[in-house]
């Protein structure tokens, strides 16, 4: 991941002078209450990062009840209704994602659940015109297929796929990209690859692969099915914990109650600087137009990466400002660097206003372009190369993106927040 | 080599004077000039703490933020290459594929651990670690091995790691005495007949402006015969005509040439300039059918890691601190002769890049090889087993050890101390120093 993992959280001398100035309240996008005490900072931060893992979790089971009925009568209907489930339960983790540049103890586990690029071909099938390619080597990769696997002289029995299985295969061999669980391994499996290139069309898995008995297609149905019940299990868990880690007594609540309200300051900083430019508008979308690479794309089996990139947008607008707006519609929020920022350098502070702002149409514009133009045109065709509107766009959402960085450091800079972390990649 | 170590010679040649403000702004001539030999003991570092140039920052190694966000975003791409891990081919992701079939890793990344040094498996390679092996003579193997493969075939051996013989002991004039343990490596699964060249992964530090450096400046510093009789003697070997630089053994002359071969021998990762998928050893069934029209990375992503990685922050010396122990270690070093390897003050020549044109640097390296004695050895009769190149020192104290080509240093301490060759002489300075002086010393080297 390119982000790197550590803060350098170097307390600011002017700490003191941020403390004891007079707090503002509102926000113009937010209708959270005055604050009070700039302490509260940091309950804000926990409440938002609470709600935003707490939501993920209740997605992720609901998804599972939908792996569930698609295992239980694998049918055109009940797969699409996974997908479905999957790509809402996108929605909360999206948005939860930005917290975990600020905080190594969430960037180490969120490898388990949304790493990328996945080692597809570890998993399952790939395309057969690909294994004429490979020569012997295609058919003995994938976990699927072989009960027993052979990586680097290890041999591991995976005889049965469970959720400990799964678990222990992640960066099996030693190996960072050797993923095998998480949001993309569980898109694999409920989508296939995605075989169109640039052109439209998402992957086209049919729901009889997880058909048992003669129905079967492509071979080891029921460790496929397995799989992806194993996977989903394994998901829902790591949630759990996650969740619980931001609850009163797991360490993450406590780590924020101890923190002082500077270094909240700085992780907010950091984590917004580096989700908005090393990760989303360099890695996610500079790198996948630049390599013009036929899916370097986000969540590319699904093509749902211009949800994906607006959820994140959303996310670092979400912490900026104290707020949040949960899966069930209710908002919470309270004091947020938004309020501090805009008593003390309220044109510093306008400017990130209208840059997040902007960050988010752009953004809401792949979207719009990906489901309701016609015809719609997803992320993978944008970076298809000469497709002039879908570079425009990403290039649109690129650039909000930077001026949103630039407008952030001259804002940490003009309060004093340490923001040299934030310049790193 | 001389019997006797001539403290006067090594000041003469390092370009030693009070302080690092004159090291700045004084001795950028070569050879020095004689009167800069003369070290005036209590003259405190005001440290300039520039240590490479524009680019010294404090902090974790990073781009450096001397750029504006617009300009750090045109490195995306090259920092993707370098942190993101590869996938095997197939792949939906076609721009990160191609991985192996042998590699030692899945990205730079996992042995430069953020840009800095690689840590070494505590039993065997079947952990992941930054520790690789390369391999002297023309074996089935190739040049090095690797100890990864893609599911379903083997990968070329695995090496189990020991240590627990005392190879070495140091005892100091106060009595002192170190034990020094050099690790022992077995074969312990598939087979080598090459022997073993441990390498471990170095912090990219400053490699961009170790790259500007001229060929000529390297000329000049190198006296392979010893003429002038110091008892150091500096040599480089000739790739392609330019004297190398890069590597534990300074087998690389530039940087981007060895970006593209730390992607085929690191990760199986081809490119145009090594253009084999697989190396060359690969027997294999299974990989003799792979095609290898296709070069996996193309010219411009090799232009990408290279651009990312010579815009890297180089870590700001912290010599102010506890100014006076640091000012005594200062002294100690140049006195012991640890400068005329460690070289302080080189200067990179003009270079389309203002951030790396023209910068006044303190690598303490003079960049070339040098023979360290039997104990660094890693083969019996290889002519370049005893020779290393002079490790960069900046850093040192923000990267954590463990330190030498093969990471069998835990200590700063050890890592001098297992100095032997023509570092033998520096290293019987520093046993004659009390441990106030070893404190300093140690102090010294772990703000740079």
């Not at chain 1, 960066?171 to 949001?183: K, Q, R, T």
């Not at chain 2, 009167?35 to 520039?50: F, W």
């Not at chain 2, 029209?293 to 651009?307: C, F, H, P, Q, W």
């Amino acid at each position: 991941m390119p982000a790197p993992k550590m803060i350098f959280a170097v307390l600011l001398s002017l700490a003191t002078s941020v403390a004891s100035a007079a707090v503002p309240s509102n926000t113009e996008a937010s209708n959270t209450k005055p604050s009070t005490s700039e302490q509260s900072i940091n309950d804000t931060y926990i409440q938002l990062a609470a709600a935003v893992y707490e939501d993920s979790l209740i997605a992720a089971r609901e998804l599972q009840s939908s792996v569930g009925t698609l295992l239980k009568k694998p049918s055109e209907k009940s797969l699409a209704k996974a997908r479905a489930a999957w790509r809402k339960a996108r929605v909360p983790y999206q948005q939860s994602e930005t917290f975990r540049f600020a905080n190594p103890e969430i960037d180490e586990w969120e490898g388990k659940l949304n790493s990328w690029p996945l080692d597809e071909g570890l998993i399952d099938y790939v395309a057969d015109d690909y294994f004429h390619e490979m020569g012997n080597l295609g058919a003995q990769l994938n976990i699927i297929a072989n009960p027993v696997l052979k990586i680097g002289g290890q041999e591991i029995d995976a005889r049965n796929i469970t959720p400990e299985l799964i678990e222990s295969l992640h960066e099996f061999a030693g190996s960072e990209s050797n993923v095998a669980s998480g949001y993309h391994a569980i898109e694999f499996l409920l989508w296939g690859q995605d075989l169109n290139g640039t052109a439209a069309g998402a992957g086209e898995r049919p729901y009889t692969d997880f058909a048992v008995g003669e129905n079967c297609t492509h071979g080891h149905c029921q460790r496929r099915r397995d799989y992806l019940q194993a996977a989903t299990t394994l998901l829902v868990k790591d949630l759990e914990d996650m969740s619980a880690r931001w609850q009163k007594g797991g360490d993450l609540h406590a780590k924020y109650i101890n923190l002082s309200p500077e270094q909240v300051m700085t992780n907010i900083v950091f984590s917004i600087g580096s989700l908005s430019l090393g990760e989303l508008a360099g890695e996610r979308m500079k790198v996948a137009l630049e390599a013009n690479s036929t899916e370097d794309e986000h969540d590319c089996f699904s093509d749902n990466t211009h949800y994906s990139h607006y959820y994140n947008t959303l996310g670092m607008q979400n912490l900026f400002m104290g707020q949040y707006q949960r899966i069930n519609g209710d908002r919470v929020g309270g004091p947020s660097l938004a309020g501090i920022a805009k008593a003390k350098a309220p044109q510093a502070f306008e400017r990130l206003r209208l840059a997040m702002n902007d960050s988010v149409a752009k953004t809401n514009a792949l979207v719009q372009a990906a489901e309701f133009s016609q015809p719609p045109m997803k992320f993978d065709q944008m970076i298809a190369e000469g497709n002039s509107r879908g570079k425009a766009l990403i290039v649109d959402a690129v650039n909000a993106l930077v001026e949103q960085t630039a407008a952030l450091e001259a804002l940490a800079k003009e309060i004093d927040v340490d923001h040299s972390g934030a310049l790193a990649f | 080599m001389p019997s006797r170590f001539k403290a006067a010679d090594f000041l003469k040649r390092s370009c030693v004077i009070a302080g690092f403000i004159a090291v700045l702004s004084a001795c950028q001539s070569d050879p020095p000039s004689p009167e800069h030999g003369a070290l005036s003991r209590n003259t405190p570092i005001t440290a300039p703490q520039t240590m490479g140039g524009a680019l010294t920052a404090p902090g974790p190694i990073r781009l450096t933020p001397q750029l504006s966000p617009a300009e750090r975003l045109e490195h995306s791409l090259g920092a993707s290459f370098f942190h993101k891990p590869w996938v095997s081919a197939p792949s939906t992701t076609t721009d990160r594929d191609g991985l192996g079939p042998l590699f030692n890793a899945h990205s730079c990344e996992s042995c430069h651990r953020k840009l800095g040094r690689g840590s070494v498996p505590t039993r065997s390679t079947r952990e992941s670690s930054g520790l690789l092996f390369r391999l002297y003579g023309n074996g089935a193997m190739g040049s090095q091995l690797q100890t990864r493969s893609l599911p379903g075939m083997d990968a070329e051996a695995q090496i189990d790691i020991r240590r627990e013989n005392v190879a070495l002991v140091r005892e100091f004039s106060d009595g002192l005495r170190i034990e020094l343990f050099a690790p022992r490596y077995t074969v312990s699964e598939g087979q080598s007949d090459a022997s073993l060249s441990p390498r471990l992964a170095p912090p990219l530090i400053g490699v961009g402006l170790l790259n500007a450096i001229a060929d000529d400046d390297l000329r000049a510093y190198a006296d392979p015969d010893d003429r002038n009789g110091d008892g150091i003697s500096g040599r480089y070997l000739l790739i392609q005509q330019r004297p190398g630089r890069f590597g534990w053994k300074g087998e690389q002359a530039d940087l981007r040439t060895q970006v593209a071969k730390a992607f085929h021998e690191d990760i199986g990762i081809s490119s145009s300039v090594f253009p084999l998928d697989n190396p060359p050893h690969c027997e294999m069934p299974s990989c003799v059918t792979i095609d290898n029209k296709r070069t996996d990375i193309s010219n411009a992503g090799l232009d990408a890691v290279s651009g990312y990685l010579s815009l890297l922050t180089v870590p700001q010396a912290r010599l102010s601190e506890s100014a006076e122990d640091v000012q005594r270690g200062w002294n100690l070093f140049t006195r012991a002769g640890c400068s005329a390897c460690h070289r302080v003050n080189l200067t990179t020549t003009t270079h389309q890049r203002a951030l790396l044109s023209e910068q006044i640097i303190h690598p303490f390296s003079d960049l070339l090889l040098h023979d360290m004695g039997q104990h660094l050895a890693d083969s019996a009769d290889d002519p370049l087993a005893r020779e290393w190149r002079t490790a960069p020192l900046w850093g040192l104290g923000s990267n954590g050890g463990p330190y030498l080509h093969d990471g069998r240093a835990n200590t700063l301490l050890e890592a001098v101390l297992w100095h032997g060759g023509e570092a033998e002489a520096a290293v019987q300075q520093v046993l004659t120093f009390n441990s106030g002086e070893r404190a300093a010393l140690l102090e010294f080297l772990a703000a740079l």
